[in-house]
């Protein structure tokens, strides 16, 4: 016990018990008009220093402006502590305090913009309402806008809270596209390939296709301009009426950069597995080499990196411009040629020569040749054979044998030497 309580000395009797003092009334509201501020609900979405009411006794949300609070979710009379971290007692009150005007929303136009809808292309700065609160689309994580909700957890990322509104926004206004000649440029075609600053119209409204690596959207289906998924690739610039003008017909590129003598093969899936460093293919005017890189030329037998496709660079170098088709070649001749190539071809050919070449080849071939050869070798063969031929040779050996034969021989000649 002495560890928690210290003895001040024996007593007798009872301590008077003091009369208890009364609840502490606030000071009264005196600022601005008379009357008590909007009572609270519990769930509300209060901004800092917002005020509310509750049993006669007036409450200030505790808080940084713009930044996430709790004066939503803790009453002010909520005895487990956690109101002293959500609002501020700040005097008491009676009735109600007159309302006042409606609040204008942002941009200096009365009234709320629309409502955000999921899936729709927001762009940076882009403002919506929420549940009759403004937000503003982020410069930085505008990419999420279309699909975070303002107001959650997520959207706080993606959107700004810059304040309430009520009612609706005048329309503003069609804008119009800064364009060098008037009208509409040429409406967007699913077939075709864009690049980086290209414009087409879609339903009025001009779109710009954006710099690399974003233009490799451009031509991919599922973000067309206008769609779910065009803020990835394409730029809304503004509306058009009517056609711009067309432009002189474009000119051949340098000489440097011309294949005057037509355009190759084209580029054919069913042709994935001939493509080799050094592969020239066509694709829309253009000649296209395979890369001689041991590593790089492997993508030239893959679909996915064809000349018509966004990572076509990492497969083919993109050589010059054509035009045309290339002339066939000569038809072959029926007879051969009267000199040999420099060169073996690389595979024999379909049938052997009726004729023995002329010079021996450089390794003998694994089976004797059908005929033997006009001319005996000039060296005898490695090793003699084991049994003796059935005839005897035209010309007798130089030396005697070592061994007599097993046989006299029938010539009347005697030997040099005895025996």
């Known amino acids: 016990a002495t560890v928690a309580w210290t003895?001040?000395?024996?007593?007798?009797?009872?301590?008077?018990?003091?009369?208890?003092?009364?609840?502490?009334?606030?000071?009264?509201?005196?600022?601005?008009?008379g009357g008590c501020p909007q009572a609270f609900a519990l769930g509300t979405e209060y901004e800092a220093?917002?005020?509310?009411?509750?049993?006669g006794i007036v409450y200030k949300c505790f808080g940084t402006v713009g930044a996430p609070n709790w004066c939503g979710t803790y009453?002010?009379?909520?005895?487990?502590?956690?109101?002293?971290?959500?609002?501020?007692?700040?005097?008491?009150?009676?009735g109600v305090i007159p309302p006042t005007k409606a609040p204008s929303g942002a941009g200096g136009n009365p009234g709320c913009p629309k409502a955000w809808v999921s899936g729709t292309a927001y762009e940076a700065l882009d403002q919506v309402q929420v549940d009759g609160m403004i937000y503003e689309c982020d410069e930085i994580y505008y990419g999420h806008c279309p699909y975070r909700e303002p107001g959650t957890v997520p959207g706080d990322e993606s959107w700004t809270k810059k304040g309430k509104c009520e009612g609706t926004l005048a329309p503003t206004t069609a804008p119009s596209v800064p364009l060098d000649a008037?009208?509409?440029?040429?409406?967007?075609?699913?077939?075709?390939?864009?690049?980086?600053g290209d414009s087409v119209e879609v339903g009025g409204v001009v779109y710009e296709c954006k710099a690399w690596p974003y233009?490799?959207?451009?031509?991919?289906?599922?973000?067309?301009?206008?769609s779910d998924n065009s803020d990835l690739g394409w730029i809304k610039k503004g509306g058009c009426d009517g056609t711009i003008a067309p432009t002189s017909?474009?000119?051949?590129?340098?000489?440097?950069?011309?294949?005057?003598?037509?355009?190759?093969?084209?580029?054919?899936?069913?042709?994935?597995?001939?493509?080799?460093?050094?592969t020239r293919v066509s694709y829309n005017n253009y000649v296209f080499e395979c890369k001689s890189d041991i590593?790089?030329?492997?993508?030239?037998?893959?679909?996915?990196?064809?000349?018509?496709?966004?990572?076509?660079?990492?497969?083919?170098?993109?050589?010059?411009?054509?035009?045309?088709?290339?002339?066939?070649?000569?038809?072959p001749s029926a007879e051969p040629s009267l000199t040999p190539s420099a060169e073996p071809s690389l595979k024999p050919s379909a049938?052997?020569?009726?004729?023995?070449?002329?010079?021996?080849?450089?390794?003998?071939?694994d089976e004797p040749s059908l005929k033997p050869s006009a001319e005996p070798s000039l060296k005898p063969s490695a090793e003699p054979s084991l049994e003796p031929s059935l005839k005897p040779s035209d010309e007798p050996s130089l030396e005697p044998t070592l061994k007599p034969s097993s046989s006299p021989s029938t010539t009347q000649m005697p030997s040099d030497k005895p025996n």
């Open 182 to 196: 008037p009208g509409c440029p040429a409406a967007f075609s699913a077939s075709a390939t864009y690049e980086g």
């Open 295 to 331: 590593h790089y030329s492997k993508f030239c037998k893959q679909a996915a990196y064809s000349p018509s496709g966004i990572y076509w660079s990492l497969a083919w170098n993109k050589i010059a411009w054509c035009e045309g088709t290339m002339a066939p070649t000569s038809t």
């Open 7 to 33: 003895s001040l000395g024996a007593c007798s009797g009872t301590a008077a018990v003091p009369a208890p003092t009364a609840k502490p009334t606030p000071a009264k509201v005196t600022e601005g008009s």
């Open 351 to 365: 049938s052997p020569s009726d004729e023995p070449s002329l010079k021996p080849s450089a390794s003998p071939s």
């Open 215 to 226: 233009s490799a959207f451009c031509s991919l289906t599922n973000f067309e301009p206008g």
């Open 75 to 94: 009453s002010p009379e909520d005895e487990s502590g956690a109101a002293a971290a959500a609002w501020t007692v700040v005097g008491s009150c009676s």
């Open 249 to 278: 017909s474009p000119t051949k590129p340098p000489a440097e950069l011309y294949y005057d003598t037509g355009c190759h093969h084209p580029w054919l899936a069913s042709d994935l597995d001939t493509y080799v460093p050094g």
């Open 49 to 55: 220093d917002e005020r509310v009411s509750l049993n």
